[in-house]
C-alpha cells in the first residue's frame, strides 16, 4: 500500500463526518476507484473502521488504539523524525530491526515501533519484558555528525526527551538515573538503549530504543520485576494514549537532537542534571568486571559519569551498571 496515498485517504475522510465518494477521491488523488477500494481494504486490515455505504461513499467511523503508521504521523508536528514509521506487530527486538534497516541505507529519523518484542533488550545484555498491547518499545536511527567520544551523550538527550515527554501527555515528571533508566517513586518506568555502527573516528549511524511501561498492572508485571517496576496507570489510575505519547516523545527527541548537533550538548548536560536522581549519591558501579565506589560527581562534556573515590580520585565511567548505596 502506497503510504502516501493511505495517509491523504485517511486525512480526506478524517476532514468530514458525511460519507466521501469512491469517485471523489479518485479523482483528488490521481489514482482509480479500484486503487481506492484496495487501500480502503488494506486500512480496514490495520484496524481503521471505515463504513462503505452503496451510492454514497466511505466514512470513517474509528479510528484503532494500537500506535498504526498513520495514527502517529496524524498531527506529529516533527520536521523530519518519523517521516518513516514502521509499525509492526511483532518484532524481534526493534532496535534489531532498525539496526539492518540502518545498514541498508534507511534515512535519519526513521522509526520502528511495535506491539510486542520476542527478544526485548535491555542494557548489559539483559531481557527487557515486551507484553503485547500495552507498552512503547520504539527504535529511532540516527546519522550525527558528532564524534564518537559524545555518543554518551545521545542516550542523554534521550533520556531527557523522554522525561519531558510523558511530563506532557502524562502529567508526571520522572527522574533519570545514570545514564538510561527513568524512575518514578524509585521504580523503573522506562528505559534507553543506544547502540552504534562507527568507526576509530566517525559514526555510521546510531540505534536509540526506548521502553516505556504504559499500560501494565502490577498483576501483569513478571514476578521477577514486579516489585521494581513502574508504569503510568499504575501511577496516574488510569490508561494513557500511546500514540500521543510516542508522538510527544519524537517532538521532544528532534527539539533536542537538534541541541546536540547544534553543538549546545551543555544545554543537554544541564537538562539532565536538572531531572538526575544521582549527583552527590554514593554509588557502586559494575563494568567490564571492575567495581567503582564512591560519590557521584557532575557529567562531563562528553556524557560521561564522573565518581570520586573514597581516596579522593575522580574517575571517568563511559557505561556501567549503577547501584544507588543507602
Known amino acids: 500500500m502506497s503510504a502516501e496515498a493511505a495517509a491523504r485517504i485517511l486525512d ?55 500506535p498504526t503508521q498513520w495514527e ?13 514509521i514502521y509499525a509492526l506487530p511483532q518484532v524481534d527486538s526493534t532496535n534489531k530491526v532498525a539496526f539492518r ?37 520504539l527504535s529511532i ?3 550525527p555528525k558528532i564524534t564518537p567520544t559524545k555518543i554518551p551523550l545521545i542516550t542523554l538527550m534521550a533520556a531527557v526527551a523522554s522525561a519531558e515527554a510523558i511530563e506532557e501527555v502524562a502529567g508526571l515528571l520522572p527522574a533519570i538515573k545514570w545514564p ?12 534507553i538503549l543506544t547502540e552504534a555502527d562507527m568507526e576509530m573516528d566517525r559514526i555510521n549511524f546510531v540505534v536509540v530504543g526506548i521502553g516505556i511501561n504504559c499500560n501494565m498492572t502490577r498483576s501483569s508485571f513478571p514476578p521477577s520485576i514486579k516489585d521494581t517496576a513502574a508504569s503510568l496507570q499504575e501511577a496516574l489510575g488510569r490508561e ?11 517532538r521532544h527527541l528532534e527539539q533536542w ?58 574517575k571517568r565511567i563511559v557505561a556501567g551498571d549503577v547501584h544507588i548505596r543507602g
Open 240 to 250: 494513557i494514549s500511546r500514540i500521543a505519547l510516542i508522538q510527544a516523545i519524537l
Open 12 to 66: 480526506m475522510l478524517r476532514e468530514r463526518e458525511a460519507p466521501l465518494s469512491g469517485a471523489a477521491m479518485s479523482k483528488s488523488l490521481g489514482i482509480t476507484r479500484s486503487a481506492i477500494w484496495k487501500h480502503i481494504r488494506s486500512l480496514r486490515r490495520e484496524g481503521y473502521h471505515i463504513e462503505a455505504r452503496p451510492a454514497s461513499g466511505y466514512r470513517l467511523v474509528a479510528v484503532p488504539a494500537n
Open 101 to 137: 534497516l540502518a545498514l541498508n541505507g534507511a534515512q535519519e529519523g526513521a522509526v520502528v515501533v511495535a506491539e510486542s518484542q520476542t527478544k526485548g533488550k535491555g542494557r548489559v545484555g539483559r531481557r527487557w519484558e515486551s507484553p503485547t498491547g500495552s507498552n512503547i518499545y
Open 257 to 314: 537532537y537538534t541541541r546536540l548537533v547544534q553543538g549546545r550538548g551543555e544545554e543537554i548536560r544541564g537538562r539532565w542534571e536538572e531531572l538526575s536522581q544521582i549527583r552527590g549519591k554514593e554509588v557502586e558501579i559494575a563494568f567490564m568486571g571492575e567495581i567503582v565506589k564512591g560519590k557521584a560527581q557532575e557529567i562531563d562534556a562528553d556524557g560521561a559519569l564522573l565518581v570520586q573515590e573514597a581516596g579522593g580520585e575522580v
Open 180 to 191: 538510561n533508566d527513568l524512575l518514578i517513586e524509585g521504580k523503573k518506568l522506562g528505559g
Open 141 to 143: 536511527i540516527l546519522r
Open 72 to 84: 502517529i504521523q496524524a498531527g506529529l508536528g516533527t520536521e523530519h523524525f518519523g517521516t518513516t
